[in-house]
C-alpha cells in the first residue's frame, strides 16, 4: 500500500535520503476559518506560512509538499523536527491573527527510512505518518514510537512527552503508540485523538502484518483454536506440503489466540536459522532477551517463560527438527507456556497435536455449476482476490469459469501455485494461462493428489513463473537467494549487480508476480523476502547459472562494508537504531560468515572483528570470539588485519573473565601495531592491555598504558574512543582512591558524551560521578545522579547496566536511611538479575539485599549472604575487591547481632537454598524491610515505586500504559498493583483513585 508524495527538488534535485523524520501539518477547521474571515482568510493563510517556513528553514527542514494549509516537510534529525515544531507552535500561539480568531495547527512527526522513486517518498512510513497527523486536534503534537525513541532522552528544555498508548489508524494493520509533545506554556490537554478505532488492550505481538484477506479456512481456524485452549494442549503442529497455506493459517490463528495469552505472542521465523542449535537463540532475540553469554540461551529462556503465559509461533520448523528437543525442554519447565508450529513434517513429539493443512478446495469439474457456484469455492476465490491485484476489474463470469476452475484443478488447489499463476492476468487470459500450464504440468498425472505430485506441481509452477520473466528479472530473482532472512533496496542494489535494469523497478516486478514478499515492519527500512519453497528453487537457480560464488563474494562485501561503516556509530547518537539494523542481518552476517569459511577467509575475519562492539553490546560474546579465532587460526589476512582481530578477541575475551587469554591476544596486537608503525591501533591495543591490567586489579600499570592510549586517541582527534579511555581512567582513579582525579575524569566524560550524543556513556559517566559523591560520603547528591542514570538506561532499554545502578541507588537511599526507596530499588535489581541470568550479577544483587537486611533482619542477611557465596563458586562469578570490602563491612552488624552456632547454621541453610528461593526470600526480605519502615515513617504504607504507579492509574493509564511509561512489564505493573490492593484492603481501580486522591499523594491539583 506505497502512498506517494510529489517531492519539490531541492537545489540538487533531491530530496533528503536515510533515515529522515517526517513531519505533517494542517490548519484545524479551515473551511469554517474560511467562511467566517472571507477575503481576510488569505492573509491569514500567508502569516501561517510565513511563521511554518521560517521554522523550516531554522531548523533544516525540507518541504516537500504544500497543499493549501497543509504541509509536509523532512528533517535529517529527528531532534531538529521537535525543535522546529515547538518553534512553531509558539509562534502560531503568540501571533496575532485577523479578527482575533485562533488558528490551531496539529501536526504529527514520524520516522523512518522511506524509498525514493523519481524523487518522492514511497512506503508505508509517509502513509503512517499522514495517518497520525489527522488523527490529532488543533495545537497538538503527536510522535510515532520511532521519533520518540529517538528523542525522548534529549527533549529541549520545555518539553516533555506523554504517551498516548496503542491507537489502530485507518488502513494500518499494527496498532501504533503514540506521545504527544507537551509545550510548557501551550494547551495540552485535547480531547481523545480521532483514530480509526481505540485498540483494545493487545498483549505484546510481533505477528507478521497481513496485506491481504484470508480466503476460507473458517473450519481449520476454528479447530486450531478449540485444541489450543484446552490446558492439555501444549504444542500443535500444522503439517502439509510447501505452500500449502501453513505459515498463514497459523498466522490467522495466532491473531485469533490473541486475546489467550496476556504475556503476549511471538512469531518466529526459522527459515533463515542455518543451525538447530540457533533456535534458542533466534526465540530469545524476538523475545527481547539479550543473550549474557553468562549460561546458555535456553537456561534463560526457560527463565524469562517460566512464569509468563505466552504462545510462540515457531515457523516452519522442518528446517531444524533436532531442535526439537530444546523446544520439548523449554515446554516441560515452562507451565504457561504454548508453543504452534508449522512444518513440512510433524516434530514427532509425544506431546504433539498435528492438524494436517489441506491445500484449498477444488472443484468437481465433472458436475456443471454456475459461475456464482463456483466462485464460492476457496480455491477459485484465492484466485480472483489475487487476479484483481493484477487487474482490478477482473470478475469471473460464464466465459472464463471454467478455465479458472481448470487451473485450480491442475494446481491442487495450492495457494503458492495459485498466487504465483493468478499474478500473470495482466497479460494473459485464463483460457492462455491454463494452454501455456497445461504444457509445463504435462508431466504430472493430474489425478494424483499425494504429497510428491504436489510438490512436483508446485516446483513446475514456480518454474512457470520463473520461464516468463525477462532475463534480467531472473538474474535479479536466482541472485536474492543469497540473502537470508529477506534484505532492504540498497543490499540488493549492492549483491544483484544486474545492469539491464533497475533493481527498485526488478523488485516491483519480481513483487507483482508474487515471487517475493515485502515486510511492512513500521519502524525500519523495508525489507523483502521469499517464501522457503521459492528461495529453494531460486538456490537452485543460482548454483545452476555459475554465478552463485561471485554473487556470494558481493554479499559478503556488502555486509563487511555495512559493519565496518557502523563500527564507529555504535556507541554515538545512532547507537540504538544501529545495533537494531545489524541485529535484524544477523542472518546474512551469519551467512556471509559461513560462506567466507570455506571461501574468503580473510572477508570472513575483517567481518567478524568490525562486529566486535555489537557481539559486546548484545551479550553475543562467546559467539563473536569464538568466530574471531576460529578465522585468526586458519587465515591469512594482512598484519593490521589480524592485529584488529587480536584486539577484538582480546576484548571479548576480557568481558568474559579470560583475562590470560586476553592478554596475549592484546600483547600480540600490540607488537604487531607497534612493528607496522600503526599509532592509532597501538591506542587501541594499550586500551585492551589497560582494560585487563584493571580488572587484574594492578591499578598503577592500568593507568600508564590507558593514559598512553588516551593520548594517541587525542592526537587523533578520536572522540570516541577518547570517551572510552577517560572514562575507564576514571574508573582506574576512583579504585585507587584518587578521588580529585576520579571526579575531573568523570566531568571530562561526561561532557565528551553528552556532545557525542552518547546516551549509554552518558549513564556511565553520571554513575560514575555518583560513585565519586558516594565514596566521599555525599549520598543526596550522588543519588539524583544515579536516578537520571538510570532513567537514560531504562530508555535505552540496557538491561545489562539496569540492575548494576539500581543496586548503587539502594545503597545510597539506605545510607539516606529511605529504607521504602532502598528495598524497591533492590528488589528491582535482584528481578532484573535474576532475568539476565548471570551468576555473578545475581549473586550481587542478593548482597546487596543481605546488606539492606544486615541491622534490621540479620538472620535474613546472614542466609542471603550464604546464597550469594553458593554462586560465587562457580567459575568467573568472583567479586571486585572493593565489592567485597563494602560487603563485609556493611553485613559486619549482622554478623555481630547473631550468635555463632545461628551464624554458622544461617549460612549453611543459605548455601544449600535453590536459587529460586534465595530470591524468593530476598524478595520477601526487600519488601518486608521497605513495608516496615515505611508504616513507621509515614502515613502512606506504599512503596516510592507504588505510589508513582498509583498516581499513574488516578490519571487515568491502564497497565499496559503504565509498563509502557515505566519501560517494566506488565506484569510487574500488576503485581505492584495486587500489593496496592492488598495493603489499601481495596478492590476497584475506582477505589484506588479515590484512595490516591484522599491521601494527597497526587499534589496539589
Ligand atoms: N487461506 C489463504 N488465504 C489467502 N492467502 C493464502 C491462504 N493460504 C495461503 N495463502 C498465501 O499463499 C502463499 C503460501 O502460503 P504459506 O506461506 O502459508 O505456505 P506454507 O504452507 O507455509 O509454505 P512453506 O511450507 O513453503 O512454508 C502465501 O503468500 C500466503 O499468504
Ligand atoms: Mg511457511
Redo the contacts with the bound molecule.
Keep these: 500500500m506505497a502512498r506517494s508524495l510529489p517531492a519539490e527538488h531541492d537545489a540538487r534535485g533531491q530530496v533528503p535520503g536515510g533515515t529522515v523524520t517526517f513531519l505533517f501539518t494542517d490548519i484545524e477547521g479551515s473551511t469554517k476559518l474560511l467562511e467566517r474571515l472571507r477575503a481576510k482568510y488569505a492573509e491569514l493563510l500567508a502569516d501561517h506560512g510565513e511563521i511554518l517556513r521560517s521554522a523550516f528553514v531554522q531548523w533544516h527542514g525540507h518541504e516537500v509538499d504544500t497543499q493549501g494549509d497543509a504541509f509536509f516537510v523532512t528533517f535529517s534529525r529527528a531532534a531538529d523536527a521537535i525543535a522546529c515544531v515547538i518553534a512553531a507552535q509558539r509562534a502560531l500561539a503568540s501571533h496575532d491573527w485577523p479578527d482575533g480568531v485562533a488558528v490551531r495547527v496539529r501536526m504529527a512527526l514520524h520516522t523512518g527510512e522511506p524509498m525514493i522513486s523519481d524523487a518522492k517518498y514511497v512506503g508505508i512510513d509517509v502513509h503512517v505518518a499522514a495517518r497520525i497527523a489527522s488523527a490529532g486536534h488543533g495545537g497538538q503534537v503527536l510522535l510515532s514510537q520511532s521519533t520518540q525513541s529517538l528523542v525522548h532522552g534529549d527533549l529541549p528544555p520545555g518539553a516533555t512527552l506523554r504517551n498516548l498508548g496503542p491507537h489502530e489508524l485507518k488502513d494500518i494493520r499494527l496498532p501504533q503508540q503514540i506521545f504527544q509533545l507537551d509545550i510548557a506554556g501551550l494547551p495540552t490537554d485535547f480531547p481523545a485523538l480521532r483514530t480509526f478505532a481505540s485498540a483494545p488492550q493487545l498483549p505484546p505481538h510481533n505477528l507478521p502484518a497481513?496485506s491481504?484477506?484470508?480466503?476460507?479456512?473458517d473450519r481449520e481456524l476454528e479447530t486450531i483454536r478449540e485444541h489450543m485452549l484446552q490446558p492439555e494442549t501444549r504444542l500443535l503442529t500444522l503439517t502439509?506440503?510447501?505452500?500449502?497455506?501453513?505459515?498463514?493459517?497459523?498466522v490467522?490463528a495466532a491473531v485469533a489466540l490473541l486475546a489467550a495469552f496476556r504475556d503476549g505472542v511471538f512469531f518466529i521465523d526459522l527459515?533463515s536459522v542455518a543451525h538447530p542449535h540457533l533456535v534458542a537463540s533466534a526465540v530469545a532475540q524476538i523475545l527481547g532477551l539479550h543473550e549474557t553469554g553468562a549460561e546458555p540461551v535456553l537456561e534463560s529462556l526457560k527463565r524469562f517463560l517460566r512464569s509468563r503465559h505466552v504462545l510462540l509461533v515457531l515457523?516452519?520448523f522442518?528446517h531444524v527438527l533436532p531442535a526439537a528437543a530444546d523446544v520439548v525442554e523449554l515446554i516441560e519447565s515452562c507451565p504457561s507456556l504454548k508453543v504452534l508450529a508449522?512444518s513440512?513434517e510433524p516434530l514427532h513429539l509425544q506431546l504433539e497435536r498435528d492438524v494436517p493443512?489441506h491445500p484449498?478446495a477444488v472443484p468437481d469439474l465433472r458436475r456443471p455449476q454456475t459461475a456464482a457456484a463456483l466462485g464460492e469455492c476457496?480455491s477459485l476465490a484465492?484466485f480472483v482476490?489475487r487476479a484483481r491485484a493484477a487487474q482490478p476489474d477482473f470478475t469471473l463470469n460464464e466465459g472464463n469459469v471454467r478455465s479458472v476452475a481448470e487451473i485450480c484443478v491442475r494446481l491442487d488447489g495450492l495457494?503458492?501455485a495459485?498466487?504465483l499463476v493468478a499474478a500473470r492476468m495482466k497479460v494473459l487470459t485464463p483460457a492462455a494461462i491454463l494452454a501455456r500450464l497445461d504444457r509445463q504440468l504435462m508431466l504430472l498425472s493430474s489425478g494424483e493428489r499425494h504429497f510428491p505430485g504436489r510438490h512436483r506441481t508446485l516446483q513446475a509452477t514456480i518454474d512457470w513463473s520463473y520461464e516468463l520473466l525477462t532475463p534480467g528479472e531472473q538474474a535479479l530473482f536466482r541472485r536474492f537467494a543469497t540473502f537470508a532472512g529477506g534484505w532492504t533496496l540498497r543490499a540488493a542494489e549492492a549483491v544483484a549487480d544486474v545492469s539491464e535494469l533497475n533493481v527498485l523497478e526488478g523488485i516491483d516486478a519480481l513483487l507483482d508476480k508474487?515471487l517475493l514478499?515485502r515486510g511492512t515492519q513500521p519502524d525500519a527500512e523495508p525489507r523483502f523476502g521469499m517464501?522457503?519453497?521459492?528461495r529453494a528453487f531460486a538456490r537452485n537457480q543460482l548454483e545452476a547459472s555459475g554465478e552463485r560464488e561471485t554473487t556470494r563474494h558481493r554479499h559478503a562485501a556488502y555486509f563487511l562494508a555495512q559493519a565496518e561503516r557502523l563500527d564507529s556509530e555504535l556507541l554515538g547518537p545512532r547507537q540504538t537504531p544501529s545495533l537494531d539494523l545489524l541485529e535484524r542481518e544477523l542472518d546474512n552476517i551469519r551467512a556471509a560468515l559461513e560462506w567466507s569459511q570455506d571461501t574468503d577467509r580473510v572477508t570472513g575475519l575483517r567481518l567478524a572483528s568490525a562486529l566486535w562492539l555489537f557481539w559486546f553490546l548484545r551479550g553475543r560474546l562467546s559467539e563473536g570470539r569464538g568466530r574471531i579465532e576460529g578465522f585468526l587460526a586458519t587465515a591469512e589476512p594482512s598484519r593490521s588485519a589480524r592485529a584488529k582481530a587480536l584486539f577484538a578477541a582480546g576484548f571479548l575475551a576480557q568481558s568474559q573473565g579470560d583475562y590470560d587469554a586476553a592478554l596475549a591476544m592484546h600483547q600480540e596486537s600490540a607488537a604487531i601495531y607497534r612493528e607496522l608503525g600503526d599509532r592509532a591501533g597501538s591506542g587501541l591495543a594499550l586500551f585492551g592491555l589497560g582494560r585487563v591490567a584493571y580488572e587484574q586489579g594492578k591499578l598503577a600499570a592500568a593507568r600508564e598504558l590507558l593514559e598512553e592510549s588516551l593520548m594517541i586517541a587525542r592526537e587523533f582527534k578520536d572522540e570516541t574512543a577518547i570517551g572510552l579511555r577517560v572514562t575507564s581512567l576514571a574508573h582506574v582513579a576512583l579504585e585507587a582512591s584518587d578521588l580529585v582525579r576520579a571526579r575531573a575524569l568523570f566531568d571530562e566524560g561526561l561532557s565528551r558524551w553528552r556532545r557525542l550524543g552518547g546516551r549509554q556513556g552518558v549513564a556511565y559517566a553520571l554513575s560514575g560521578l555518583g560513585d565519586v559523591l558516594r565514596v566521599e560520603g555525599d549520598a543526596a547528591a550522588a543519588r539524583p545522579l544515579y536516578e537520571e542514570a538510570l532513567a537514560i538506561q531504562r530508555g535505552l532499554g540496557d538491561r545489562a547496566n539496569m540492575p548494576i545502578t539500581l543496586r548503587r541507588l539502594g545503597f545510597v537511599t539506605l545510607e539516606q536511611g529511605d529504607l521504602p526507596a532502598a528495598g524497591a530499588y533492590l528488589e528491582e535489581a535482584l528481578t532484573l538479575s535474576e532475568e539476565l541470568g548471570s551468576r555473578s550479577g545475581l549473586a550481587t544483587s542478593l548482597e546487596a539485599v543481605a546488606a539492606l537486611a544486615a541491622q534490621r533482619r540479620p538472620s535474613d542477611a546472614i542466609r542471603l549472604a550464604g546464597a550469594a557465596a553458593a554462586l560465587r563458586d562457580a567459575k568467573g562469578a568472583a567479586a571486585p575487591a572493593s565489592w567485597r570490602t563494602e560487603i563485609a563491612q556493611r553485613l559486619a552488624p549482622a554478623l555481630r547481632a547473631v550468635s555463632r552456632g545461628a551464624r554458622l547454621a544461617g549460612w549453611a541453610e543459605g548455601q544449600s537454598m535453590t536459587t529460586e528461593n534465595a530470591v524468593a526470600c530476598a524478595i520477601t526480605t526487600a519488601r518486608a524491610i521497605g513495608n516496615e519502615a515505611a508504616s513507621r515513617t509515614d502515613a502512606t504504607p506504599l512503596s516510592p515505586r507504588e505510589r508513582e504507579i498509583v498516581t499513574l492509574v488516578a490519571q487515568g493509564l491502564t497497565s499496559r500504559q503504565i509498563a509502557d511509561r515505566l519501560v517494566v512489564t506488565e506484569r510487574t505493573v500488576d503485581t505492584h498493583l495486587e500489593h496496592v490492593r492488598d495493603k489499601l484492603g481495596v478492590r476497584s481501580r475506582a477505589q484506588i483513585t479515590a484512595w490516591a486522591a484522599a491521601s494527597g499523594i497526587l499534589g496539589p491539583r
Excluded: H
Design positions: 497481513r491481504t484477506d484470508l480466503v476460507g479456512r502439509g506440503p510447501g505452500g500449502a497455506g501453513k505459515t498463514r493459517l497459523g490467522e527459515s515457523d516452519n522442518e508449522t513440512r493443512v484449498l476457496s484465492l482476490q495457494p503458492l495459485i498466487e508474487s514478499w517464501l522457503e519453497t521459492v
